[in-house]
């Protein structure tokens, strides 16, 4: 069995499970991605994921796989950057810095239900203006958390990193694929194309 349910519109979590052989069917969660009071970012990941999974279950028999992924600079979530100024912004907080990508990530088959979160932890080293200024005009950062991504242009950014590198693109291939496995009867395996 290589056919499983896609439970989001990223086309880097598309991708990244395309790259392992996996048959998609996409389906796309309608819910409410707002912050509730009180709730810190590993919270908010994780229940966003898991509504994601919910919203869609009724629409696929497939194992379904949901993800929701912030970037954290201290108690600061970089959300998608609004405009040019606001990708600057972020990328000059980021600058010289540590901060943390986390993914809540939600997989279900029939009536079990994995929910965890990854987190790994980049440092970014002291960026020129230039460098940031040529950056922004590449509008990468265009639909990006915390307004960057590990495999374009702002990747030679970081120094190093810490934890699941596919967790920084967008789904942590490692934890989702063990939880397939989990909840899935014939422990479920994806099939690499040549």
């Not at 996996?22 to 819910?31: H, V």
């Not at 009180?38 to 919203?55: D, I, M, S, T």
């Not at 590990?150 to 967008?170: E, I, R």
Request: hydrophobic share 40%; aromatic share 6%.
């Amino acid at each position: 069995m290589n056919q499983i349910a896609l439970a989001s519109t990223s086309p880097r979590r598309r991708s990244l499970l395309e790259s392992l052989g996996f048959e998609l069917t996409l389906l796309k969660p309608d819910i409410d991605e707002s912050e509730k009071p009180g709730e810190n970012p590993e919270e908010l990941v994780l229940r966003l994921a898991r509504e994601k999974v919910q919203a869609v279950a009724s629409q696929t028999k497939l194992p379904l796989i949901a993800a929701d992924t912030l970037v954290v600079l201290g108690d600061e979530i970089l959300g998608k950057p609004d405009n040019a100024e606001h990708a600057y912004e972020m990328i000059e907080k980021l600058s010289g810095r540590s901060h943390d990508v986390l993914s809540g990530f939600a997989v279900a088959y029939q009536d079990k239900l994995i929910n965890k979160v990854v987190k790994s932890t980049l440092v970014f080293r002291k960026l020129f203006k230039h460098e940031i200024e040529d950056y922004v005009k590449t509008r990468e950062w265009e639909g990006k958390s915390g307004a960057c991504t590990l495999q374009g242009a702002s990747g030679p950014f970081v120094d190093h990193m810490t934890g699941s590198f596919t967790n920084v693109l967008g789904l942590p291939l490692t934890e989702v694929l063990e939880a397939l496995r989990l909840v899935t009867p014939t422990g479920f395996e994806p099939v690499f194309t040549a």
